[in-house]
């Protein structure tokens, strides 16, 4: 298992620099396709990111014990800069490798799955050889070079693709409704001819409207006034009355005083 487990860190150590010829050699080398490949650059990219914490240790000894030119600090430092990068790559790759399950017209995330545990089987020997020997392969170890360019590309064709599937997909089950047919409108009656225009009907003549004549108003004549008989002094009755017409009243020096004489209605004149 050990012998296993040095010749896959061996060859994929060598397939980071030779471009992927000599991984295709191994035993659980990558397959060839780009959805499968990337799912085994996820799974062998996962196993070495879950060791960080296990070889750290002797990976600090190791450096300590053999500096490089820049120093310890310089050569602990690369470390968690490998981490992170290892999460951020992770994350590519599985962004790429849903869109492409979502894309697929059938389902590969069975065979997706079966290329994550191969690339993270290349680390199954970890538990068979020496925290030394083991933190060295740790320490030479970088995924394939073209592991991020490929699940880019393997991304952005997938959501193409998806974007063509769901629009054809769409376009099956939605039919666009045949278009309506226009009602038969009733025909327009046909043209008459018109008929010959009728000559102008004489203006009709005027009518003389006969003058109003004044109204005749009878003369008027002149009504002759009346004149009344000079009014009578009555003479007087019984001693010194004088006695008044009331219809032809005279003056009368005092007060004239109503009275009955000779069976008719007379006035007394009193003196005061």
């Given at each position: ?17 030779t ?33 960080y ?13 053999f ?8 050569s602990l ?5 490998l ?6 790559d992770?994350?590519?790759f ?15 995330s ?10 993270a ?9 020496s ?17 991020e360019?490929r699940?880019k ?22 039919q ?20 010959e ?7 009709p ?47 009368c ?5 109503p ?14």
């Open positions: 298992m050990a012998n296993a487990l040095l010749l896959a860190l061996a060859l994929l150590a060598q397939d980071s620099q471009g992927g010829q000599a991984a295709a050699q191994g035993p659980n080398a990558p397959p060839t396709d780009e959805y499968g490949y990337v799912a085994w650059c996820y799974g062998a990219l996962g196993g070495y990111a879950n060791l914490d296990r070889v750290m240790p002797e990976v600090t000894r190791i450096e300590k014990a500096p490089g030119p820049d120093g310890v600090a310089a430092k690369t470390y968690p800069e981490r992170a990068q290892a999460q951020k992770l994350k590519t599985a962004s790429a490798i849903t869109a492409a399950e979502k894309a697929s017209p059938r389902p590969i069975e065979y997706g799955g079966a290329q994550v545990k191969r690339g089987a290349i680390w199954q020997g970890a538990d068979s050889v925290k030394a020997r083991l933190a060295q392969m740790w320490m030479s170890w970088s995924p394939p070079g073209d592991c360019k699940a590309t393997l991304e952005t064709k997938s959501t193409i693709l998806g974007k063509a599937l769901n629009f054809n997909s769409a376009s099956a089950t939605t666009a409704p045949p278009p309506e047919t226009p009602a038969p409108q009733p025909e327009a009656p046909a043209p008459q001819p018109a008929a225009a009728a000559p102008p009907a004489p203006a003549e005027p009518v003389a409207t006969p003058k109003a004549e004044p109204a005749k108003t009878a003369p008027v004549k002149a009504a002759k006034a009346e004149t009344k008989p000079a009014a009578k002094k009555l003479p007087p009755i019984g001693g010194n009355e004088v006695i008044v017409d009331p219809v032809n009243p005279i003056p020096a005092g007060s004239l005083v009275a009955k004489r000779g069976g008719r209605d007379v006035l007394i004149c009193k003196g005061d």
